[in-house]
């Protein structure tokens, strides 16, 4: 096997970037990691991705790959050997792309980001929503280890970097997801006990400390 | 083989198109029906509770929601005939980037020329076309983004060729005067059947759009 040069464009906050960081870590790819500074990109980001000039980036041997869910497919086709994410089975493959899918639009969408952006009725109508597709989530687990079943799957890498936003919105929306949605932090719980998520998402008070630096410069209060 | 393939959809759904498009290039037989989204069907609601929308794909009694996943699917299912996604990896990430450009720009910087008026949608008009000289620029020489055939990104961007003559009435602008290359392929994937036949007249289109503008309140 040639030696393969990967590089990660990254910013420690994003659950996108964490995304790829775990399926890396599943496929035990050494790779680079450079943190960006997104208030200043680098020449290097916005050449890799002149599209969107957004992280992650994913380079390998110099030819970027963009957009997080199109990273960790590309991932588990070139290093198909180690830890599958998506399943054989077309029908399977097109469940987990569909909850992918799900998470992308209503977990890390607009309406989420109400719950620490807004106050009041706002926040209370996020927060609902929010639990409610948390639920849906815990429906489609089900009694299974993971959403992949008996290892780490697709969905579980879609979704577990958000985990390490959960206490930041807890705080911000003053509720307990855990008495919400027991199960979905059971899971989240076990996915932390594995090496390559554990190692790949940032520590909880961080993110928070983080947040309210962002709500301190958007003036949100 | 005896496959049961049936297809919720909404006539003017470029969505809805990208399943029908995908369909039709595999030769697949199936049961279209029409769904009237003010009074959806108990098999829509029991097919897609998730999102209750159209299309959707169900195949043997097995559902398969939003269409960029269908066109996968279709594609993965019956792998051999027509091939819309490439087998090489690093082609399979570009072409599904693109299909994602599209599905984040087009259709809502679309919805907005037909929306707005005003500065608003002289912003929304500048926009759609700037997101069409990119994806004319992706094109590039090439007769279809698949390369010589129908590709992946042709079946994902192609349907909202049936919106341009609605467009461009309700914003008073030409996409072929700014953007040929693009008309030009959006000319030749209509000489095949299979992108033909599912895409509805442009001119029903844009009777839609009137009546949803008459409906919305919009001028």
């Not at chain 1, 990660?8 to 970037?17: H, K």
């Not at chain 1, 290093?79 to 987990?96: E, G, N, V």
């Not at chain 1, 076990?190 to 301190?216: A, F, G, N, T």
């Not at chain 2, 914003?171 to 953007?179: L, Q, R």
Request: aromatic share 12%; net charge neutral; hydrophobic share 40%.
């Amino acid at each position: 096997m040639a030696d393969e040069d990967v590089v990660l464009l990254d910013f420690w906050p994003s659950p996108f970037g964490m995304r790829v960081r775990i399926a890396l870590a599943e496929k035990e790819i050494k790779y680079e990691y450079k943190e960006e500074d997104l208030r200043n990109k680098t020449d290097l980001l916005l050449k890799m991705n002149p599209i969107h000039k957004k992280i992650p980036v994913l380079i390998h041997n110099g030819k970027p790959v963009c957009e997080s869910l199109v990273q960790v497919q590309y991932i588990d086709e070139i290093w198909p050997h180690k830890s599958p994410l998506l399943p054989t089975d077309p029908y399977q493959r097109a469940i987990a792309r569909f909850w992918g899918d799900f998470v992308d639009k209503k977990i890390y969408g607009l309406e989420s980001g109400k719950v620490w952006t807004t106050k009041g009725e706002e926040q209370e109508a996020a927060k609902k929503e929010f639990i409610e597709c948390l639920k849906l989530l815990e429906g489609e687990l089900g009694n299974k280890a993971y959403f992949g079943g008996e290892n780490l799957g697709y969905v579980d890498v879609v979704l577990v970097p958000f985990y390490s936003w959960f206490y930041a919105y807890e705080k911000c929306g003053n509720f307990s997801i855990e008495t919400e949605c027991p199960k979905l932090i059971a899971w989240a719980k076990r996915c932390m006990e594995k090496d390559s998520v554990s190692k790949s998402l940032p520590d909880q008070d961080k993110i928070y400390d983080y947040v309210l630096h962002l709500k301190k410069v958007f003036g949100i209060e | 083989m005896a496959e049961e393939v049936v297809l919720l959809d909404f006539w003017p759904s470029p969505f809805g198109m990208r399943s029908r498009i995908a369909l039709a290039e595999k030769g697949i037989k199936y049961e279209h029906k029409e769904e009237d989204l003010r009074n959806k069907s108990a098999l829509l609601l029991q097919m897609n509770p998730v999102h209750k929308k159209i299309p959707v794909l169900i195949h043997n009694g097995k559902p398969v929601c939003e269409s960029l996943i269908q066109v996968q699917y279709i594609d993965e299912v019956w792998h051999d005939k027509a091939p819309l996604l490439p087998s090489d990896p690093y082609q399979k990430a570009t072409a599904r980037f693109w299909a994602d450009y599209v599905d984040k720009k087009i259709y809502e910087v679309g919805g907005r020329v037909w929306k707005t008026k005003g500065e608003k949608q002289a912003t929304a008009k500048k926009e759609l076309i700037e997101t069409l000289k990119l994806l004319e620029k992706e094109l590039g020489d090439k007769p279809y983004f698949g390369g010589e055939s129908l590709g992946y990104v042709d079946v994902a961007f192609i349907p909202f060729y049936s919106w341009f003559y609605a467009l461009e009435k309700c914003g008073n602008f030409s996409i072929e005067a700014e953007c040929p290359k693009l008309i030009a392929w959006a000319k030749r994937c209509m000489q095949k059947e299979s992108v033909a036949k599912s895409l509805p007249d442009q001119q029903k289109v844009y009777d839609f759009i009137l009546e949803m503008k008459k409906h919305f309140g919009i001028e």
